[in-house]
């Protein structure tokens, strides 16, 4: 059984530093994609189903990212979010962000954002990722051209 769970963590970073490689090379540098299954975009419209679906991110960032309108969760699940310190960012203002890379954002996702109450996704696919990775960019354009 341990050497199971050893060879199941080594499997996850194997994966997780071919993942960063894949995505760095394929979808910021601009090279061309190392199979024909993973796309080198991401799709904003997908990624907002992802956002506000599987990835679950509205729970904290709220639906679309918009903080103050979160979905309505269990009693405990609410108490639990109102309680993060750091709280979640706000994804629409610029002033907020710390993370300032795709890169940064796609390992704060996949790996967790230590600090803060940020944890692991490791249910996306590759291309969820570069999806919601697409979405995040449209939150951050939609929050830096609000005017003040």
């Known amino acids: 059984m341990r050497g199971l769970s050893l060879a199941c ?4 970073g194997c994966w997780g530093i071919q993942f ?3 995505v760095e090379k394929n ?6 994609p190392s199979s024909k299954s993973m796309k080198t975009a991401g ?6 189903a992802v956002f506000n679906g599987k990835g679950i991110c509205y729970y904290c960032h709220g639906i679309d990212g918009k903080k103050g309108q979160r979905p ?3 009693a405990d699940t609410t108490t639990l979010i109102n309680q993060l310190n750091p709280p979640p960012v706000d ?44 979405y995040l960019a ?11």
């Open 20 to 22: 960063t490689d894949t």
């Open 138 to 148: 449209v939150l951050r354009q939609e929050g830096s051209s609000k005017k003040p």
């Open 72 to 74: 309505q969760l269990a």
């Open 91 to 134: 994804l629409r203002n610029p002033n907020e962000l710390r993370l300032s890379t795709d890169k940064q954002r796609a390992r704060a996702i996949r790996d967790g954002h230590p600090g803060t109450g940020m944890f692991p996704d490791t249910t996306m696919t590759n291309q969820e990722l570069l999806d919601t990775l697409a």
């Open 43 to 48: 799709d904003a419209e997908r990624g907002r």
């Open 27 to 32: 979808a910021w540098a601009g090279s061309p």
């Open 9 to 12: 963590i080594l499997f996850a």
